[in-house]
């Protein structure tokens, strides 16, 4: 009970407040059938006026669990703590196993909608891998909700792919992608042929692109300004093509972005309570020590401890120092996102 009295006050502070920091609010057991999540408000987000977009970021399965820092290892989240500006409300649940469940996820954005002052026009959807296959079940079933969707190596197991040709859809796979194959995405495109209409389909097929390159995509303007061309109130709802996508843009996602940009505060919503950056692992669950290491056994490579935790060679090189040519030494710490 005093949990919960706890949490009804500092929801009602929300409903008048303007956050003149960027905020990530960590939310549990608040949405009954819904899943625990977060949700990120941008620097001088009001609740009284100038409605802001609304992001939903669905991770993949290396991220599913009861422990709500992870949904920030990588992604929409941790694209922001890189300094990534996005001027929206980022919302991003977690999935504690198994496939998502679009009726869950929508009672989350109807929460969200509720409590925070968004744009019901501008509410979009993106996700990798198991996010990729959330985002295809979510436009399947519900395309009037949603403006613009991107799914980046994913699939489905949905019966009705129709609702797909409805909203603007952009997919993007990679051909050298050996954890979820290319033809999971085509197969989509095909139902979606079969239903008569695929105006409103991107199809990306990136050459040479593994599975956990395609996280880069969350760290590219590309992928908001795309997003935020599309609105529930455009007229016979067209996809924008004004924008296209290469490996050479996928390569320099990390470039040019600076961690110091963007400074936050970490609130755990059930306590109330405000805490630094710095020292947000004890709300957010995580381990104490900050920094999170993989510890290099017997036929490790890079590629394959990208792969494991879902980052990207790239990245692990960026913060170890290394070359993608590096050999690694059995022992040796690698430093992950």
Known sequence: MKRTALLSTFLLLLTNITFSQSKMI?????????????VYTPENYDSSQNALPLVVFLHGHSLCGHDLNRVRRYGTLDAIAMGRKINAVVLAPQNPGG???PDKIMNVIDWTQEHYNTDYNRMYVIGMSLGGYGTFSMAAKYPDRIAAAMAFCGGANIKEYCGLTQLPLWIVHGTADRAVGISESQKIVN???????????LFNRMPGINHSDLAKMFYIDLTYDWLFKHSLTDTNRPVNREFSLTNEKLNQAYKNIDRSANKFEVIDAQRGSQISESSSNATAGAPTNNATYHKVKQGDTLYAIAKKYHTTVDKLCQLNHLKETSILQIGQKIKLP
């Open 99 to 101: 496939p998502w469940n």
């Open 26 to 38: 960590a939310y549990r057991d608040t949405v009954p059938n819904g899943y625990n999540f977060w």
């Open 191 to 201: 139902a979606m042929i079969a239903c008569g209409d695929t105006s409103r389909l």
